[in-house]
């Protein structure tokens, strides 16, 4: 008995592994189906990472992905100001609190939170990990939840002491916009279409990608 009990243990994860996988958006995004939300708020990124200019262009390059899946993104430089006139900058206040303010400001459904954990340089690649929660105004609940991880590899397949030398500028001179938008291509590209999109309420049963993502581009020249 005891032999069995260790053995049905131990397949139990196999288990839950497998039933996991093929899940479809409308299970996975079961809440952001439901609630259906139409105008996005990009929140300022909360920047974890030792990159210093990384927050202002990941938060001005949010807007096209969201955007192309269907859904009304309001303008970051308009509601910037707001933000910063009412005290609302600071998106580290807000993550785990009531958004009923932002649905009261703009009339926004989802508050888009992005937290920038790290941005690493290494002689030849750059690595960015960045979460995406997106939260309900309404339930303060979260709708879509991303983790990304992304490595720019830009080793020379050439070797040598001049191919490293020429990897480590193109590593030095990074461009943190393109970047930004690898990084959010990537992780956005399971969100539900909204309705402004072709496909809007019509995608629940596609099967759902993972939430946590790693992808490594190479010898990409910016």
Not at 52 to 69: C, G, L, R, V
Not at 81 to 90: I, K, L, N, P, T
Not at 109 to 128: G, H, L, P, R, Y
Request: proline share 4%; glycine share 4%; net charge neutral.
């Amino acid at each position: 008995m005891r032999k069995s009990a260790i053995i049905s243990l131990a397949v139990l994860p196999l288990l839950f592994l497998l039933a996991s996988c093929g899940t479809t958006k409308g299970l996975a995004y079961e809440k952001m189906y439901d609630e259906k939300p139409l105008v996005m708020l990009v929140m300022p990124p909360i920047n974890n990472s030792t990159a210093a200019d990384a927050k202002d262009y990941f938060y001005t390059t949010m807007n096209a992905p969201i955007a192309e899946h269907g859904y009304y993104v309001l303008p970051p430089l308009s509601t910037m100001a707001v933000m910063q006139r009412e005290s609302a900058y600071d998106s580290e206040l807000f993550i785990d609190g009531d958004l009923s303010r932002f649905k009261t400001l703009f009339n926004a459904d989802v508050a888009v939170f992005t937290i920038i954990k790290s941005w690493t340089k290494v002689i030849s690649q750059v690595t960015v990990r960045i979460e995406y929660i997106f939260k309900s105004t309404t339930t303060n609940e979260i709708l879509f939840h991303h983790d990304a991880n992304i490595t720019v590899d830009y080793s020379n397949q050439n070797g040598g002491l001049f191919g490293l030398l020429i990897a480590s500028l193109s590593t030095a001179l990074t461009d943190y916009i393109t970047v930004a938008r690898m990084c959010n291509n990537t992780a956005l590209a399971d969100l539900p279409y909204g309705k402004y999109h072709p496909m809007f309420d019509s995608d629940s049963g596609e099967t759902a990608k993972s939430k946590k993502i790693f992808t490594k581009v190479k010898n990409v020249t910016y």
